[in-house]
Nanobody, 124 residues
Framework: QLQASGGGLVQAGGSLRLSCATS????????LGWFRQAPGKEREFVAA????????RYADSVKGRFTISRDKYGATVYLQMNGLKLEDTAVYFC???????????????????WGQGTQVTVSS
């Protein structure tokens, strides 16, 4: 139901745009989020956006560099990543809350639906 894409290899300071396509209208009324997991580390919150698309939320580590958005249909969520750093290297996952859960949460347990992940590697 969630298909992430757009990862790749980029030099430090560069940019990438991740996309997460959702199936049909499954997540129109639900918040969507991005999380990441680096080797040997726990999964961590990156950014989330409310069901309406009007309220974003960011981890402190990416604030001012990353921008989350969703298209006007609410079916696709994007993560524009600028000023990438070595520590941004991770597998990035998109996740969706249940219908009616409209608030952009930073808690992974509040997202029962997960995509397969896309690798982002930042090199020096």
């Amino acid at each position: 139901q969630l298909q992430a894409s757009g990862g790749g290899l980029v030099q430090a300071g560069g940019s990438l745009r991740l996309s997460c396509a959702t199936s049909g209208r499954a997540f129109i009324g639900a918040a969507l989020g991005w999380f990441r997991q680096a080797p040997g580390k726990e999964r961590e919150f990156v950014a989330a956006i409310s069901a309406s698309g009007s309220v974003p939320r960011y981890a402190d580590s990416v604030k001012g560099r990353f921008t989350i958005s969703r298209d006007k249909y609410g079916a696709t969520v994007y993560l524009q990543m600028n000023g990438l750093k070595l520590e941004d290297t991770a597998v990035y996952f998109c996740a969706g809350r249940r219908h009616g859960r409209t608030v952009a949460s930073a808690t992974p347990d509040e997202y029962p639906f997960w995509g397969q992940g896309t690798q982002v590697t930042v090199s020096s």
